[in-house]
């Protein structure tokens, strides 16, 4: 079966330093992977995606890059701050009979003042 | 602003209860989704609807099962609650076309003892 995964759970990092969240992805087929960010006492939130076909997007001080050679996946947050310290989970799209969202385990991303 | 609602944060139920979890979107998105969320196995998805009515199976459907009888309320029922089923359980939404960005509610912490 497929599987997200492969990642440090947890990552601490100075404030105002960048940050690098890695996944490993399993399925060849998905067309969407996804990177969301889950503050303590929330529901996941939406950060960024990115096609398949691209190798590079980047957002608002956030840039997922896309490896498929070695499907490989990263979330690099820029000049990291207290407000970034959460769980972030790597996920990827599925197209089976409907569309599913495969959920990796997560990270955890403590910010040190 | 999108917003998901659940009808509880937190919850205590003893074995054999029936529990009933109430999720709420205001967005009129036509899928609707129940994970739970358990350390170092991010989130599974137990079931899905797509329509008022019509409901699927996730990974993880045994145990539970789910009503929607209106398109903004989707709710999850555990007929015989048992101590394996103390979790975070997460529903979310989406709008057709745009599967992998799911809208979350904050999620309830059900204890089963």
């Known amino acids: 079966g497929e599987s997200v995964g492969l990642h440090l759970p947890t990552l601490s990092v100075q404030e105002g330093d960048n940050s690098i969240i890695n996944c490993a992805y399993s399925?060849?087929?998905?067309?969407?992977f996804i990177w969301y960010k889950q503050e303590s006492g929330k529901g996941p939130q939406f950060i960024i995606d990115?096609?398949?076909?691209?190798d590079k997007r980047q957002g608002q001080r956030v840039t997922v890059l896309l490896n498929k050679t070695v499907k490989h996946l990263s979330l690099q947050i820029a000049a990291t701050q207290p407000g970034d310290s959460a769980v972030y989970f790597c996920?990827?799209?599925?197209?089976?009979?409907?569309?599913?969202?495969?959920f990796g385990p997560g990270t955890s991303l403590s910010v040190i003042p | 602003d999108v917003k998901v609602t659940q009808s509880s944060r937190y919850l205590v139920k003893r074995t054999g209860e029936k529990v009933f979890l109430e999720c709420v979107q205001d967005m009129d998105h036509e899928n609707m989704f129940w994970y739970r969320q358990d350390p170092g196995l991010g989130l599974r998805l137990i079931y899905f609807?797509?329509?008022?009515?019509?409901?699927e199976k996730g990974d993880i459907p045994e145990g539970y099962s789910v009503s929607r009888e209106k398109k903004e309320r989707f709710s999850l029922i555990l007929e015989s609650a048992s101590t394996n089923q103390t979790s975070m359980y997460l529903c979310a939404s989406i709008s057709v076309g745009r599967s992998y960005e799911q809208y979350f509610g904050p999620g309830t912490r059900l204890t089963v003892t």
């Open positions: 399925n060849s087929a998905s067309d969407y």
């Open positions: 609807s797509y329509d008022v009515k019509m409901k």
């Open positions: 996920a990827e799209e599925e197209k089976t009979s409907y569309d599913k969202v495969i």
């Open positions: 990115i096609r398949s076909n691209m």
